[in-house]
Nanobody, 127 residues
Framework: QVQLVQSGGGLVQAGDSLTLSCVAS????????MGWFRQAPGQEGANFVA?????????DYADFVEGRFIISKDMAKNTLFLRMSNLKPEDTAVYYC???????????????????WGQGTQITVSS
């Protein structure tokens, strides 16, 4: 049974930094493409934030990230991270980690391309 357990959300001020974690179990972490998505208040569906290849050698980001976020995998801890800096009020959302691309060899940007999801964690950025 695959589980993705998230932690690290909270209330911060604009300009602050925050790191999200996603601990994976029940899958072969080193073979898993993983990603982060977010759903803003009132928004239908979650939007792509970042994705990382199996070995961590490739990382893709949404345009709005603008160099402020870093996605990484700690293979020893089976943990996916999203390190966020210079947070803005528009970053307020529920953030979800995702794992396992439906199609091999792909680093997906679409949520439907992922098989497994974390429970979500709220980040609120005040101005």
């Amino acid at each position: 049974q695959v589980q993705l357990v998230q932690s690290g959300g909270g209330l911060v001020q604009a300009g602050d930094s925050l790191t999200l974690s996603c601990v994976a179990s029940g899958l072969i972490f080193v073979n898993s493409v993983m990603g982060w998505f977010r759903q803003a208040p009132g928004q239908e569906g979650a939007n792509f934030v970042a994705a990382i290849s199996m070995n961590g050698g490739r990382a893709d980001y949404a345009d709005f990230v603008e160099g402020r976020f870093i996605i990484s995998k700690d293979m020893a801890k089976n943990t996916l991270f999203l390190r966020m800096s210079n947070l803005k009020p528009e970053d307020t959302a529920v953030y979800y980690c995702a794992a396992e691309a439906r199609r091999p060899g792909v680093v997906p940007h679409l949520k439907d391309e992922y098989l497994y999801w974390g429970q979500g964690t709220q980040i609120t950025v005040s101005s």
